[in-house]
């Protein structure tokens, strides 16, 4: 049974520097890649992150590229989420790509975990 289970996000002040963790269960870790997403109310959901666990090429989106990384430990995946902007509210995913690499697309992921709501105060 394949489980995703993002956590770690609340409230924050603008310029906070918060850590997401997504547990993983059921795959077999090395062989994936794990993708963060955010959405915000009334909007698409869009990539923020990606890790691929299996050669540790990492994705970006422009928005994020110099604030957040990502890093893995024992079938753990964090996002390290730095100088926190209003913008950057959203609710959090995390998901498992089908193969060792993920990148932005979503149609590349095919387990995702709940959610976790981030959100910045001016």
């Known amino acids: 049974d394949v489980q995703l289970q993002a956590s770690g996000g609340g409230l924050v002040q603008t310029g906070g520097s918060p850590r997401l963790s997504c547990v993983v269960s059921?795959?077999?870790?090395?062989?994936?890649?794990i993708g963060w997403f955010r959405q915000v109310p009334g909007k698409e959901r869009e990539a923020v992150s990606c890790l691929s666990i299996y050669d540790g090429s990492t994705y970006f989106a422009d928005t994020v590229k110099g604030r957040f990384t990502i890093s893995s430990d024992n079938a753990m995946v964090y996002l390290q989420m730095n100088n926190l902007k209003p913008e950057d509210t959203a609710v959090y995913y995390c998901a498992s790509a089908l193969g060792p690499y993920g990148g932005s697309s979503e149609d590349r992921y095919r387990y995702w975990g709940q959610g976790t709501l981030v959100t910045v105060s001016s």
């Open positions: 059921g795959l077999a870790f090395d062989a994936i890649a």
